[in-house]
C-alpha cells in the first residue's frame, strides 16, 4: 500500500491530488469579496493548468515527430487538440461574468494582466513563434524568463517536423534542418514541393500534416473566442497591466503557426 510521503498515512485521493493545498490557491482580493472573482480566478489557474499540460504534450510530439512516429504524432496531436477544445469551451464560462461585474473587481488586478503568462509564451515558443521581446517582459532571474530563455534556443514542433520529413526520406535542405532555432519559422518553396508531394502519394504522411494543420486553426481560434471574450467584457478599454487590450490580442490573429502547410493548399 502507498503511503503519502514522509507520512506512515496511506495515500488518499485527497492527499496524492494535494487538493488541500490547491484549493488555498483561491484568494479574492476584492472586499466582500465580489461574487465573480473566485471565478476569473478559478478560470484563469486552470488555463494555467492546462498549458502547463500542452507544454509536456508539445515536447513528447516534438520527440516523436524527430524519431519519424506517425501513429504517436498522431496520438500526440489528438491530444493536443482535444485539450484547445476543452480551452476553447472555458470561454464560454468566463463569458458568464458580466462588464459591471468584472469591474467590480478589476482596479484589484493592478499591474497584472495575461499577457504575463510565461507558459502561453512557452507554447508560443515551442510551436515556432519565436520573440526576444517577449522573453523581455518577464524579470531577469524569475522562473518564466528562465525558461523563456531556454525554450528560445531549443527546437520547435515545425524543427521536429523537417526532420520528421528527412526521417521518411524527403531532402529537407541542410540550411533548414541546421538553423538557428531562435528565429521564428518562416515559409520555404522547398519545404512546400516536399509537401505536395506528401499529399499526392504518402497517406499516412499527409494525415500528420493535416493535424498539424488543424493545431494551427485551433490556436487560433482560442485567440479569436479571446479577443471576442475581452471586446464583450472590456470594449476598447486599455487592459490590466497597461496592455492595448482588444486591440493588440487583434494583431495576433490568424498568424500561421506552419504557413507552408497554408501555402500549398492553393496548389493541390
Known amino acids: 500500500m502507498p503511503f503519502d510521503e514522509g507520512s506512515d498515512r496511506p495515500l488518499t485521493y485527497s492527499s496524492y491530488l494535494k487538493i488541500d493545498e490547491l484549493l488555498e490557491l483561491q484568494r479574492p482580493l476584492s472586499e466582500g469579496p465580489e461574487h465573480d472573482e473566485l471565478l476569473f480566478i478559478v478560470i484563469h489557474q486552470v488555463y494555467e493548468l492546462w498549458f502547463r499540460q500542452v507544454i509536456h504534450e508539445l515536447e513528447g510530439l516534438r520527440q516523436r515527430l524527430t524519431e519519424g512516429d506517425s501513429a504517436l504524432s498522431l496520438a500526440s496531436l489528438k491530444r493536443i487538440l482535444t485539450i484547445l477544445k476543452t480551452l476553447v469551451a472555458q470561454v464560454d464560462v468566463l463569458e458568464t461574468m458580466t462588464p459591471v461585474s468584472f469591474n467590480s473587481f478589476r482596479s484589484r488586478l493592478d499591474s497584472a494582466s495575461g499577457f504575463q503568462s510565461a507558459q502561453f509564451r512557452e507554447v508560443e515558443f515551442l510551436l515556432g513563434f519565436r520573440s526576444k521581446r517577449a522573453v523581455e517582459h518577464h524579470p531577469e532571474g ?6 523563456l530563455e531556454q525554450r528560445l534556443h531549443e527546437p520547435s514542433i515545425w524543427d521536429g517536423f523537417l526532420r520528421y520529413l528527412a526521417h521518411h526520406g524527403h531532402a529537407v535542405p541542410t540550411e533548414l534542418l541546421e538553423r ?16 505536395l508531394d506528401i499529399y499526392n502519394h504518402q497517406p499516412v504522411q499527409s494525415m500528420v500534416c493535416e ?58
Do not use: C
Open 180 to 195: 538557428n532555432p531562435a528565429r521564428s519559422t518562416r515559409a520555404s518553396a522547398e519545404v512546400q514541393e516536399i509537401l
Open 211 to 268: 493535424r498539424l494543420i488543424d493545431l494551427d486553426e485551433g490556436l487560433q481560434e482560442w485567440r479569436y473566442r479571446h479577443v471576442k471574450m475581452v471586446e464583450r467584457t472590456i470594449g476598447a478599454k486599455v487592459g490590466t497591466g497597461g496592455s492595448a487590450g482588444a486591440e493588440y490580442l487583434k494583431t495576433t490573429l490568424f498568424r500561421a503557426v506552419f504557413p507552408d502547410l497554408w501555402e500549398i493548399r492553393s496548389q493541390l
Open 142 to 147: 524569475s522562473r518564466g524568463r528562465t525558461r
